[in-house]
């Protein structure tokens, strides 16, 4: 099992920024890839990034290239995702999520179904 809990989430003004923050424990050597999705009210959870290790590869949704970066620390067994000139549509409460499954196209990793553990997540607001 690995747990995950995340942080970071707030309020902001659109243009600002915020680091998010995700803590994995338990058997997170079987972690090989995090991914976070965000779900806004009425509408179905989307993916936004996703970093695997060995090797270490991050994909991004076309909606936040460019402005949200993900990164890992691996001795602390967490992972970030900085999100850069906020805009009012990333209003969200972003799910933090962990899978150990391998798949030969990065495609894979912007569906649910690779990660089998998710967060509670965290809510981030982002005022107009």
């Known amino acids: 099992q690995v747990q995950l809990v995340e942080s970071g989430g707030g309020l902001v003004q659109a243009g600002g920024s915020l680091r998010l923050s995700c803590a994995a424990s338990?058997?997170?050597?079987?972690?090989?890839?995090m991914g976070w999705f965000r779900q806004a009210p009425g509408k179905e959870r989307e993916f936004v990034a996703a970093?695997?290790?060995?090797?270490?590869?991050?994909y991004y949704a076309d909606s936040v290239k460019g402005r949200f970066t993900i990164s890992t620390d691996n001795a602390k067994n967490t992972v970030y995702l900085q999100m850069n000139s906020l805009k009012a549509e990333d209003t969200a409460a972003y799910y933090c999520?962990?899978?150990?499954?391998?798949?030969?196209?990065?495609?894979?990793?912007?569906?649910?179904?690779?990660?089998?553990?998710w967060g509670q997540g965290t809510q981030v607001t982002v005022s107009s």
């Open positions: 999520a962990a899978g150990g499954a391998r798949y030969n196209s990065g495609d894979a990793y912007s569906k649910p179904g690779p990660y089998a553990y």
């Open positions: 338990g058997r997170t050597f079987g972690a090989y890839v």
């Open positions: 970093i695997t290790r060995n090797p270490l590869n991050t």
